[in-house]
């Protein structure tokens, strides 16, 4: 499978799990701009989708749990 194969496969599997609607959130630590580019198109929204440093991560994802309890207890 090439590059875009993979980036096609991503995107249709990302497109029938928010057509479930599956909330996706993605992180791109130090990608290539094309793979950035794919974590973001799979993301549910532009603020689902978070593009970090190594450094950063623990951050992001602590971030991403405060949004999922959140929206756990307001549910």
């Known amino acids: 499978m090439n590059a875009t194969q993979a980036d096609n ?15 996706i959130y993605s992180i791109g630590v130090e990608a290539p701009s094309r ?10 929204s532009p603020s689902h989708y978070f593009d970090v440093s190594g450094d950063e991560l623990e951050e992001t994802f602590n971030s991403i749990a405060t949004i999922l309890t959140q929206l756990r207890l307001t549910l």
């Open 9 to 23: 496969r991503l995107s249709t599997v990302c497109g029938a799990a928010r057509s479930n609607g599956v909330v």
């Open 35 to 44: 793979g950035l580019r794919a974590m973001s198109d799979c993301a549910s």
